[in-house]
């Protein structure tokens, strides 16, 4: 091969390479994976029953909150389970409904749950209690994965959760068997020892959290997802917990083409190596 013919097709080959390994998923996208339009347009929210009077929607965007910024761009979604905090009858978490009063929580379609009537006891201990869900369905025409960034805000010791998961389709097989990420309370170590008097605060008036965590979830094929997000109040009518989340994205695996892109640059290469070393001899 000449010489102008091997830059023509390693440029080829680098071109495509960058184009599809690089390239997000496409269909219908994930919508407003940042919160960034303030409110949570895009999503669907449930709610089931709370334990302090008043409180109505308790899931909502924030734009930060005392030492806890996003993880990207200006906002986060936040979820609550609105408790009366240290003792029953004590008073809650951001009153009334366990979100700053500058949270927007507007925006959302409120639906019933897409996965709870699927799952039972043994899914995840304690999901029949009073919980926060929010979640979207989307598409893509590639394999890839579902990131987001989570993090669990608590006063409770024992039993509380958040989770994420994500499911084939707009709705479940019954039961519901889609792996699980779950974050408990107790998993939340950055803030004072359970031996501190609260309200010790390290953010608002949850005082512990596990710090932002990354989840994936596989999308092994082309075809229609659905990503939920949820935070669970179990075990007891106080000590709250709340779930933050950021930055959700959808990246793309390499196609085929892609690696068949791969193939061809290492033969270019090869092939320079090989008449490069016959001119030497």
């Given amino acids: 091969m000449t010489k102008l013919q091997n830059q023509l097709i390693a440029g080829l080959a680098s071109i495509?390479?960058?184009?599809?390994?690089f390239a997000p998923a496409r269909a219908t996208p994930l919508l407003n994976g940042g919160f960034e339009t303030g409110d949570l347009s895009g999503w669907s929210a449930s709610h089931s029953a709370c334990f302090v009077p008043d409180c109505t929607l308790y899931d909502g965007v924030v734009d930060g909150l005392p030492f806890i910024a996003p993880t990207e761009g200006n906002y986060m979604a936040?979820?609550?389970?609105?408790?009366?905090?240290?003792?029953?009858?004590?008073?809650?978490?951001?009153?009334?409904?366990?979100?700053?009063?500058?949270?927007?929580?507007?925006?959302a379609n409120q639906a019933d749950s897409p996965i709870i009537?699927?799952?039972?006891?043994?899914?995840?201990p304690g999901l029949s209690a009073p919980a926060t869900q929010v979640?979207?369905?989307?598409?893509?025409?590639?394999?890839?994965?579902?990131?987001?960034?989570?993090?669990?805000?608590?006063?409770?010791?024992?039993?509380?959760f958040a989770y994420v998961t994500v499911f084939s389709g707009?709705?479940?097989?019954?039961?519901?068997?889609?792996?699980?990420?779950?974050?408990?309370?107790?998993?939340?170590?950055?803030?004072?020892?359970?031996?501190?008097?609260?309200?010790?605060t390290v953010s608002g008036t949850y005082y512990r959290q596990t710090g932002w965590q990354t989840f994936t979830g596989?999308?092994?094929?082309?075809?229609?997802?659905?990503?939920?997000?949820?935070?669970?109040?179990?075990?007891?009518?106080?000590?709250?917990?709340?779930?933050?989340?950021?930055?959700?994205?959808?990246?793309?695996e390499p196609s085929a083409v892609a690696l068949v892109a791969i193939g061809l640059a290492g033969l270019v290469l090869a092939r320079r190596r090989g008449g490069m070393g016959r001119v030497r001899a």
Avoid: H, K
């Fill in 117 to 124: 009537p699927y799952m039972s006891f043994t899914t995840i």
């Fill in 218 to 252: 596989e999308l092994p094929m082309a075809g229609v997802y659905t990503l939920v997000l949820g935070v669970n109040q179990e075990a007891d009518s106080f000590q709250g917990t709340a779930l933050l989340a950021d930055n959700v994205r959808i990246l793309a």
């Fill in 78 to 107: 936040m979820l609550s389970t609105p408790a009366n905090e240290g003792q029953p009858g004590g008073a809650p978490s951001f009153a009334p409904n366990g979100l700053p009063p500058s949270a927007n929580t507007q925006g």
């Fill in 16 to 21: 495509v390479l960058f184009a599809i390994t």
């Fill in 135 to 160: 979640w979207q369905t989307f598409s893509v025409d590639q394999p890839g994965v579902i990131q987001l960034d989570w993090n669990l805000l608590t006063n409770d010791w024992c039993c509380d």
């Fill in 170 to 200: 707009a709705v479940p097989d019954r039961p519901y068997t889609a792996p699980i990420d779950v974050l408990y309370s107790r998993d939340a170590t950055i803030g004072p020892s359970s031996d501190s008097l609260y309200p010790i």
